[in-house]
Nanobody
Framework: VQLVESGGEMVQPGGSLRLSCAAS????????MSWVRQAPAKGPEWVST????????IYADSVKGRFTISRDNAKGTLYLQMNSLKPEDTALYYC???????????????WGHGTQVTVSS
């Protein structure tokens, strides 16, 4: 299993970025996927999840209305469109494969190495 994130860079407040996560080594369409971020000196923060099948999306309150998660199962790629970026969005962004307990996320079994997003003027 391999997850490789890309698309992070430095952007000014109010700007936009699109992150990608290329997945390989497993049947991507069969798994819920998430984005998780970690800011300097802080613990990991869940950002968003997209479920397989229904394509239902869920967002943290801190990003709701600004970020959009999506997936292309044919390409095995997960995306995160980030708009109206704020300095507090600065973090290392990881994609992660979800481990389900019934219908609920109970953890993540594979992570990428992350892509850095810096929001600064």
């Amino acid at each position: 299993v391999q997850l490789v994130e890309s698309g992070g860079e430095m952007v000014q407040p109010g700007g936009s970025l699109r992150l990608s996560c290329a997945a390989s080594g497993f049947t991507f369409s069969g798994y819920d996927m998430s984005w998780v971020r970690q800011a300097p000196a802080k613990g990991p923060e869940w950002v968003s999840t997209i479920k397989t099948g229904s394509g239902t999306t869920i967002y943290a309150d801190s990003v709701k209305g600004r970020f959009t998660i999506s997936r292309d199962n044919a390409k095995g790629t997960l995306y995160l469109q980030m708009n109206s970026l704020k300095p507090e969005d600065t973090a290392l962004y990881y994609c992660a494969r979800v481990v389900l307990g019934g219908d609920y996320t109970i953890g993540y079994d594979y992570w990428g190495h992350g892509t850095q997003v810096t929001v600064s003027s």
